[in-house]
């Protein structure tokens, strides 16, 4: 076997850290595209719109009864109000932290426990493997926002974090299931017999020789495990299940009480579709922007 | 041998724009091939021979630029052509059986039908008939069997996976065949049959090859001419039986030097250092660094290519002082492990 | 040859099949009664021989116990590897390392290159101290010629493939290993640098007693760096012998058809007109010996009954009818001559034949 690629790419360059070059190096590699950037860049923008916000609208005017209710966008009030009184950016901006919240725990957890999940299975292979896959299998069967409504419906408590727990236990198996596969492929490369060579155990491999490598679709997998963790949250507060806390799902239910629609009040309806709308373009764009991330154009062997 | 060449490459030279300052891959490389003449051309990793092949085909994509040179088919230069007039010269003049070719075959066709896309592909207006008695000749030529034709790549062997892909450079009776690497990852045995398929496909269609490799046996064996690459530079060039028995580039001989034979046990020689990266190219001759020839012109200047007689050609500041190699001035290095590193950092 | 010390590692007999079973699916022998001894006394320097589909890295795997066979055993001094206790696990990887044939797929891509070097010395406890392992390290890497400066803090990706195998070479130092798996270790890398690397190898023979199981496909370096070889063909022992026994004089077709095939630097110019390997007959399945279908001189009986290893001389063995008139030997014996090879024929021959400044002090 020959090598395979004319070798401009083997420079011998001193070793470089920090984001910044590991972003340009990225970049000429095409790992890095404008897709997954502008992305990145849009949903920060809306947790930046969420974050920042409040230093210039005070949170009194996104509480019930706050303002008149029902007046069309003005100087005063730029989004106008809603039919129970709150000015509509002001719920906006304090609505938008809780929705990303959800989606960011329940994505994490659902992902982290995919991790661990797909390690087991693929790295040992044997019993556990059949078992986890099981449980995954018939999980994935059951239509997971009609447990979501009745989970949430009995859980007393609901706060971002029991909800994002509902949300993560029925949301692992697709993240485990990518992630397994790459874990099977993984576990072949010789640098895995040179580690057992070095001395290291089975389960030190695993979390640490082979984990590593599935990071960057486990980063996929989070952009995949938030999308559907916020599309969850804002179906369940819409269907009055939300956490009680204004959220841009709570704000669905609500304007969908009030016939937001029929009384022709775009401003309140609007928003909030245009926000989670926004929302899921930049998840859209940087889980495309992850496929070339994770399998970049040109084959890094040097 | 009056024939005119059917190939000329001139001064090529390619660079890869990542960043500047790196040297040329390719650095004004120039060569011919006459009708029907077998030129094999060898080099070590980013010698830029595969570089080379991609850009006479004019098949390199950005980073990679042709920035000089031109290749002459006949009396028409490659580099001039439009997209139409290049896409109507390759496979119909000059075919490719790129690196790798067993993995280069589309996986979810059938054998047969990509050869026949080849040949309709260039106006082959011939009924089905006529080309499934073609693609039939094709597969017997590379020594397999028709029914062949029928199956998916995944259930040939890596060999006959190999031959397709020659069948398919050989459907049109081009000019010049590039074969890049055709036989490396495959087995001794079937290195040969591979080898000699090429060189019977070349003689039916009359064809002159290109063949690109490092493994020097192999293509002196298969080669009338042979040329050497180093860090983008021809620097030697000559009949294959001149090239291993006489060398005149250090390079070259201590090259044949470092391969081991099966006539008696000897002392295995490597050549100490690395090759040069593009970002650490030496001043003058990129070999001087791991020269035990070299001399103070060597640090200097780049060495010109120098035509010693017909058809022989050498880049190198001992000649044409010397008409041969002389003794090494001194033992080659026995270096320090200190030396030896600077040596392979490129730097003197 | 001394029978009082167990040997190093001892592969008894061992076939491996693949496949069957409740899947259906057809199985294959990737092994078939492979014997091979390496002595706990004296290092080798004996090369395994073979083609893709031969079984020479399946057989590497057995040797480093990441298989277990199908049946037949392999024994790691003495003791079974299959039931081998956590407390051995350590000394095993201390004695036996291997280098694989990979450059790049042999480093994490995550981590830089001093992380293949640590493992070991924290893992199977080489050194008292933080400090003595790095020492330790600078002191294997130069031994194979590169700078640590150079070299330590790199990503694998900003080494030159030939940079990281030496420094896989020098890892497998850091043990300070009785055996040496060399697994196809110059097969990817350039032409110039592989006599370095080989004759790293055989420094480390030589000078450190190291042995040394190189497994290849070429069988020129094969017969440069070894002394003994031992030639797979899917999966069988069909030839074994002294280097200059088996690649100038084969007495196995299968090896003869190896040796015809190799392109010649310097000689003559006839290697692509020979005609070798193109038999017919290649569909007709053989229920005796595997090479049947492409052998030229196969008779009847090969096709019947699998022929066992005959003697043809002393220290060569070929597994071939043709030399029916010799004596059988059975594979565990064949195994342990392999390590020994010309002992009984004095080996002065061939220790001067490897011309190097150091005379043989061994065998």
Known sequence: MSVALPTATQEVEPPEGGILSLLRRGRRDGRVTGLLIGGVVLFVCIILFGVLGPVFVHQSLAQVGA??????????????????????????????????????????????????LALLAGFFRGPVDAVIGAVSDSLLTIPGIAILIVIANHLTQLTAISLGLA????????????????????????????????GESELEIAFREVMPNILPFAAASLVWAVSSAVLASVGLAALGLGTGDVSLGSAVYWMMTYSAVLRGEWWWFGPPMIIIGLLFLSLLMMSLGMDRFVNPRLNDRG | MAEAPVLRVQNLRVNYTTRPGLAPAVNDVTFSLRPGERLGLIGESGSGKTTTAMAIMRLLRPPARITAGRVLLGDRDVMSMNQSQLRRVRLSEVALVPQ?????????????????????????????????????????????????????????SGGMKQRVAIAIAASLQPKVIIADEPTSALDVVVQRQVIATLAEVQKQARS??????????????????VGVLYGGRLVELG???????????????????????????????????????????????????????????????????????????????????????????????????????AAEAGHV | MSEIEAPLIEARRVVKVFGGGLSGARHTTALDDVSLTIPAAEPMLAAVAGE????????????????????????????????????????????????????????????????????????????????????????????????????????????????????????????????????????????????????????????????????????????????????????????????????????????QLLVSSIPRV???????????????????????CRFANRCPAVMDRC?????????????????????????????????????????????????????????????
């Open chain 1, 67 to 116: 303002v008149d209710p029902n007046l069309p966008p003005s100087g005063a009030h730029l989004l106008g109000t809603d039919g129970q009184g709150r000015d509509v950016l002001a719920a906006m901006i304090y609505s938008t932290p809780e929705t990303v919240k959800i989606g960011l725990i329940a994505g994490a957890i659902g992902v982290g426990i995919g991790v661990v």
């Open chain 1, 167 to 198: 949300i993560a236990s029925l949301s692992w198996m697709v993240p485990t299931r990518l992630m397994r596969a790459q874990v099977l492929s993984v576990r072949e490369r010789t640098y895995i017999a040179v580690a057992r060579m070095g």
């Open chain 3, 52 to 255: 893709s589909g031969s079984g020479k890295s399946t057989l590497v795997l057995h040797l480093m116990g990441m298989t277990r066979p199908t049946s037949g055993q392999v024994l790691y001094q003495g003791r079974d590897l299959v039931t081998r206790r956590r407390g051995d696990r350590v000394q095993f990887h201390r004695d036996i390392q291997a280098v694989f044939q990979d450059p790049y797929d042999a480093y994490n891509p995550f981590y830089r290159v001093d992380h293949v070097l640590q493992v070991p010395v924290s893992h199977l406890k080489l050194a008292p101290s933080r400090r003595q392992g790095q020492v330790m390290i600078r002191e294997a890497l130069e031994r194979v010629g590169l700078r640590p400066g150079d070299t330590l803090g790199r990503f694998p990706h900003q080494l030159s493939g030939g940079q990281r195998q030496r420094l896989m070479v020098a890892r497998a130092w850091l043990t300070r290993p009785k055996l040496l798996l060399a697994d196809e270790p110059v097969s990817m890398v350039d032409a110039s640098l592989r006599a370095t690397i080989l004759n790293e190898l055989r420094q480390l023979h030589q000078d450190l007693g190291v042995g040394i199981l190189y497994i290849t496909h070429d069988l020129t370096t094969a017969y440069q760096l070894c002394r003994t070889i031992l030639i797979l063909y899917r999966g069988a022992v069909v030839e074994q012998g002294t280097v200059e026994e088996v690649i100038s004089k084969p007495k196995h077709p299968y090896t």
């Open chain 2, 239 to 341: 009949p294959a039986e001149q090239i291993v028995s006489s060398p005149r580039h250090p390079y070259t001989r201590m090259l044949v030097d470092s391969l081991p034979e099966l006539e008696g046990k000897q002392r295995l020689v490597g050549i100490p250092g690395l090759p040069p990266a593009l970002s650490a190219m030496p001043t003058g001759c990129p070999f001087h660094p791991r020269c035990p020839w070299a001399f103070d012109a060597c640090r200097a200047s780049m060495p010109p290519t120098l035509e010693a007689e017909e058809g022989r050609q050498v880049a190198c500041h001992l000649y044409p002082k010397h008409s041969s190699l002389p003794e090494p001035p001194a033992p080659p290095p026995a270096q320090e492990p200190a030396d030896r590193d």
């Open chain 2, 208 to 225: 002159a090859v290109l063949l690109i490799g490092h493994d020097m046996g192999l293509v002196a064996q298969f080669a009338h001419t």
């Open chain 3, 266 to 288: 310097k000689g003559a110019h006839d290697w692509l007109d020979s005609k070798a390997g193109e038999t017919a007959d290649s569909e007709r399945s053989s229920a005796g």
């Open chain 2, 100 to 156: 790798g070719a067993m993995n280069s075959l589309n996986p979810v066709m059938r054998v047969g039908e990509q050869i026949r896309d080849g040949i309709a592909a260039h106006g082959g207006q011939r009924e089905a008939a006529q080309i499934r008695t073609r693609v039939a000749q094709l597969l017997e030529r590379v020594g397999l069997p028709p029914d062949v034709a029928r199956q998916y790549p995944h259930q040939l």
């Open chain 3, 303 to 363: 096709w019947r009954e699998p022929p066992p290893l005959y003697r043809t001389e002393v220290g060569s063995l070929a597994r071939c009818f043709l030399y029916a008139d010799r004596p059988e030997v059975t594979s565990d014996v064949a195994g342990r001559e392999l390590a020994s090879g010309p002992a009984a024929n004095g080996a002065a021959p061939a220790a001067a034949a490897l011309s190097n400044d150091k005379p043989e002090s061994k065998d």
